[in-house]
């Protein structure tokens, strides 16, 4: 009930806010609300984090022996799949780390078109290439050509036909530079 009234006075604070003529910007206000309500989740988080041992240890062992967890979503990378015991799990935050020019980009990008092919829209966050790039990247892969051969009969033809897949895919892609955690 507390976090609730926290959540109910935030929104009366910054509805204000918006409503009252002031040196404020939507975006600096927008900022702000995410923050805010970034911070009373945590906090509530924090304030519910006790953990059902039992529930817990019978929910892990009943998945010992089972090929993947349940409602995972293939990576497309078999290897990664088998680590993740089936794939990824809606809701959760991965991280991909290395050196620069090790293929990041190139790796998510994959992924989140795999994602993306199952279905399921997917949305992709670059700070580092254009939508343009981006698109380019995900014809060729999926016409399975070079972009510089893209001139010649055959290799443009299937760039054609690869672009209509491409075209229907639900990956949205955002190229906005200096995007953060808050967006």
């Not at 279905?119 to 510089?148: K, Q, Y």
Request: glycine residues 12%.
């Amino acid at each position: 009930e507390a976090n609730k009234r926290r959540i109910a006075d935030a929104c009366q604070q910054f509805q204000r806010a918006a409503l009252e003529p002031s040196g404020q910007s939507a975006a600096e206000l927008l900022a702000e609300v995410q923050q805010t309500f970034l911070m009373l989740n945590k906090r509530g988080a924090d304030d519910m984090g006790v953990v059902d041992r039992k529930a817990t240890v019978d929910r892990v062992m009943s998945r010992i022996g089972k090929p993947a967890a349940e409602g995972t979503l293939p990576t497309g990378f078999r290897d990664l799949d088998n680590m993740l015991r089936g794939g990824l799990v809606p809701g959760n935050l991965y991280g991909v780390a290395a050196r620069p020019g090790m293929g990041k980009s190139a790796f998510g990008h994959q992924v989140a078109a795999q994602v993306a092919d199952q279905g399921i829209p997917t949305a992709l966050m670059s700070l580092e290439m254009t939508g343009d790039e981006l698109i380019t990247r995900e014809i060729a892969n999926v016409a399975r050509c070079g972009v510089e051969t893209w001139g010649r009969r055959e290799e443009g033809g299937r760039a054609q036909r690869a672009a209509s897949e491409v075209y229907e895919r639900p990956l949205h892609i955002i190229d906005r530079a200096g995007l953060d955690i808050a967006g």
